[in-house]
């Protein structure tokens, strides 16, 4: 927790000890403050978009779209450069802001699912039928976390472990439009 987080947090809950303070969720204002107010929480809440009180990892996700458009018209060479780059600012973002809202991937850090949603569509046309169908299922593993996400969502710590299970679901994503890329028409 940030210190002016955990005064926040001591200040409504005099006599508490630390370390039930730390595993308290931080309050709707404390977590805006760290998502508008650095740079860092800017980008692990997708712009805002992880604020959302209902599904923040599909704000996120819807978030990354036009992000995707823009990425998709790299050359490939470029977006294999960039992509992986994200990956790894994801990495120290997501660790940073979790740190400092005291909370491991607090639901409102959606810089994975961008990431991951980036990574699902890297293989199919850019068409609104190929984008929505990654979005569909990139959510769909996200959500139900099939072996072996909800294992590394649980098990990995820190800002590769905030991310890694976004990559795995865009791997389950890409795999299952490649297999419609091959049988449809």
């Not at 450069?81 to 600012?89: E, G, I, Q, S």
């Not at 994503?173 to 490649?178: F, K, N, P, S, V």
Request: some cysteine; hydrophobic content about 50%; overall charge positive.
């Amino acid at each position: 927790m940030t210190p002016s987080i955990k005064k926040e947090a001591a200040e409504k809950n005099p006599g508490r000890e630390d370390e039930a303070q730390a595993n308290r969720r931080p309050d709707r204002l404390a977590v805006k403050k760290v998502a508008l107010g650095t740079p860092a929480g800017l980008l692990a809440f997708g712009f805002g978009s992880g604020l959302s009180p209902v599904a923040p990892g599909t704000m996120g996700t819807l978030a990354a779209i036009p992000f995707a458009i823009v990425l998709k018209n790299l050359s490939s060479p470029a977006f294999w450069v960039v992509l992986p780059a994200l990956f790894l600012l994801g990495v120290c973002l997501c660790g940073r802001v979790s740190r400092n809202l005291g909370v491991h991937d607090h639901g409102g850090i959606v810089w994975d699912e961008m990431v991951g949603y980036w990574l699902a569509v890297a293989f199919v046309p850019l068409q609104w039928p190929w984008l929505l169908a990654a979005f569909v299922l990139f959510r769909v593993f996200d959500i139900f976390k099939p072996w072996p996400i909800r294992q590394l969502d649980k098990n990995v710590s820190g800002g590769f472990g905030i991310m890694i299970d976004d990559i795995i679901a865009a791997i389950y994503t890409i795999i299952l439009l490649a297999l419609a890329q091959y049988f449809l028409p």
